[in-house]
């Protein structure tokens, strides 16, 4: 069996970095694209053009409230993958935040 590269190893993580901004809009919906990159440890430009990409896809939808941003997710937009295109974003989104923050198209459903 072969040994993984010790320069990759460090390197890989489980998440895309769509996935790591669309959760930190989640759980902040009013957060600044300079504070999302700094929390993801991309650069300001990269966390714009994944918002427009999400935004595009419709997982999520920016109104301007002010000089700010707000994000709203819709968490009932299927995931992309072929292999995962049987779950909504928002089962994704319930992994990596408390239920009663977890985006809810229905409020019946997202109750304990």
Same mark, same amino acid.
């Given at each position: 069996?072969? &040994? /993984?590269?010790? +320069?990759?190893?460090? &390197?890989?993580?489980?998440?895309?970095?769509? *996935?790591?901004? =669309?959760?930190?809009?989640?759980?902040?919906? #009013?957060?600044?694209?300079?504070?999302?990159?700094?929390?993801?440890?991309?650069? #300001?430009?990269?966390?714009? $053009?994944?918002? *427009?990409? $999400?935004?595009?896809?419709?997982? =999520?939808?920016?109104?301007?409230?002010?000089?700010?941003?707000?994000?709203?997710?819709?968490?009932?937009? +299927? =995931?992309?993958?072929? +292999?995962?295109?049987?779950? /909504?974003?928002?089962?994704?989104? +319930?992994?990596?935040?408390?239920? #009663?923050?977890?985006?809810?198209?229905?409020? #019946?459903?997202?109750?304990?």
């Amino acid at each position: 069996m072969s &040994q /993984p590269s010790a +320069a990759r190893n460090d &390197q890989w993580t489980f998440l895309t970095n769509h *996935a790591r901004v =669309l959760i930190a809009l989640a759980r902040d919906p #009013e957060a600044r694209g300079r504070d999302v990159a700094s929390l993801i440890g991309i650069t #300001e430009r990269a966390v714009q $053009l994944i918002v *427009a990409d $999400l935004e595009a896809a419709g997982y =999520l939808t920016r109104t301007r409230v002010g000089r700010r941003n707000h994000y709203t997710i819709d968490p009932t937009v +299927a =995931l992309r993958h072929p +292999a995962e295109a049987d779950h /909504p974003v928002g089962d994704l989104l +319930a992994t990596f935040l408390h239920r #009663e923050d977890t985006p809810a198209a229905d409020p #019946e459903r997202a109750a304990p």
